[in-house]
């Protein structure tokens, strides 16, 4: 099958700002190995599932980029990395309990595989040995940024499942709900890779708020692709989120802009006992009729942009450019 140019060129991007750190991510895949080491033996089988199933690994990668960006010669940024990727990881198996979910990245997800028990108690596991990892490293201000970023996402996961299916959440409460869920943990991703350069507090929220932007784009751009994207490359079913009553921007602004009849339409397919065989399709037709996707994916280059400032204060370097690149390719998985 041939690739489209636009896809072609993306992947080479991320290709190549993941050469300029790969020795680093693969001591860190050696990290996950080493750590997901257990005497239970269902907890080692899972782990290994979860690691062979693979990942992005975009915010190890943040990480490292990060801390090499502010001067970080050390060795910390390694085991530091996997805990950040171990919390996001606990994060996507309880999301899968949460929303039922069947298929994770492609493949089956663990608790259809082990039941929802196992995948809970498997992410508590994936928590605590990141903690573990972290105070190892015996920096309180790290210690602190992810503590942080974890209450945050719990908060997140919560506001998620309150405004489940509440066609009234507005642009900002999504916004709020999208810093919590993911773009807290890239933000403090980010903003360890400055604490490990010790760079000056102007510096470190620089990068934060690089983080921070970058989250929010990564998941309004995801957004977009539940309804338009590849299922093969999505690596799940598109309209999934809508099917489970999740209201994202490209939705939230065709609410905002359609007629009384449409929202009741709409309204009336997302509350339906039995999701409808033509749902998503009705609902995909009136996002296309009001601009829902092109709306969205502004705002997701808006915050790019704001991102990619955020760098402003660093000095030109690999690291800096890669960091650029980064950003661009979120926007740009959306092609």
Known sequence: MTKNPISFSIYFVMERVLRLISDELQRVEEEFKRRLNSHVPLINKIANYLVRSGGKRLRPA???????????????????????????????????????????????????????????????????????????????????????????????????????????????????????????????ATRIGAILGGVSPEQEEALAEYGLQIGIAFQLVDDCLDYTGDAQNMG??????????????????????????????IQDIILAEAFPADGLKEILSLIEKYNGIQYTLQRAKERIEEGKRALHPFPLSPEREALLELADYIVERSH
Do not use: Q
């Not at 943040?62 to 970080?72: Q, T």
């Not at 990727?85 to 899968?96: K, N």
């Not at 605590?128 to 790290?142: A, Q």
């Open 62 to 188: 943040l990480l490292i980029l990060s801390a090499k960006l502010c001067g970080y010669e050390g060795e910390a940024h390694i085991p530091l990395a996997g805990a950040v990727e171990f919390i996001h990881t606990a994060t996507l198996l309880h999301d899968d309990v949460i929303d039922n979910a069947e298929v994770r990245r492609g493949t089956a997800s663990a608790n259809s595989i082990w039941g929802n028990e196992a995948s809970v108690l498997v992410g508590d596991f994936l928590f605590s040995r990141s903690f573990s990892m972290m105070v190892e490293v015996g920096n309180l201000k790290i210690l602190e940024a992810m503590a942080k970023a974890t209450t945050a996402l719990a908060e997140g996961e919560t506001l998620e499942l309150v405004k489940t299916a509440d066609i009234s959440i507005t642009e900002e409460e999504n916004i709020d709900l999208i810093v919590r869920k993911t773009a807290s943990l890239m933000s403090a």
């Open 236 to 265: 799940k079913e598109i309209g999934v989120d809508l099917r489970e009553g999740k209201i994202t921007l490209p939705l939230i602004h065709t609410l905002k802009n359609c007629s009384s009849s449409e929202r009741k339409r």
